[in-house]
């Protein structure tokens, strides 16, 4: 039985940053395709605005089209297992114990 670790170079580019510590309420419109920011670093919360290209290369926000119109909240700390949406993760002491990630530079 051999443990393998992977030390990534770039660790921060691989992994999602916390942009806030709390779901953000959307109205989705059925048959609309949206594009949930998986990286933690666009300005559009909770939607995709190119920002990963830059800042998290090796992530790439979740496309996905609704299938009815209602609301919903998606998931803003990123740490999801049920990504777009919340599943209460951000609850946790590792989400609200830890920084919030600063804005991105342009
Ligand atoms: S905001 Fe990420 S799990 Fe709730």
Redesign the pocket.
Same mark, same amino acid.
């Given at each position: 039985f051999v443990l393998v670790h992977t030390f990534p170079k770039k660790r921060s580019s691989a992994q999602p940053v916390i942009s806030a510590k @709390?779901?953000f309420q959307v109205e989705l419109k059925q048959g609309k395709g949206y594009a949930w920011c998986a990286c933690g670093h666009s300005q559009k919360q909770p939607f995709c605005d190119g920002s990963h290209k830059r800042n998290a290369p090796k992530i790439s926000p979740l496309r996905f089209k609704a299938e009815e119109t209602k609301e919903a909240w998606l %998931? $803003? %700390?990123?740490? #999801?297992k049920n990504p777009p949406y %919340?599943? $209460? #993760? @951000?609850k946790e002491g590792f989400v609200q114990n830890a920084e919030l990630h600063s804005q991105p530079q342009k």
């Open positions: @709390h779901p %998931c $803003g %700390c990123k740490c #999801t %919340c599943d $209460g #993760t @951000h």
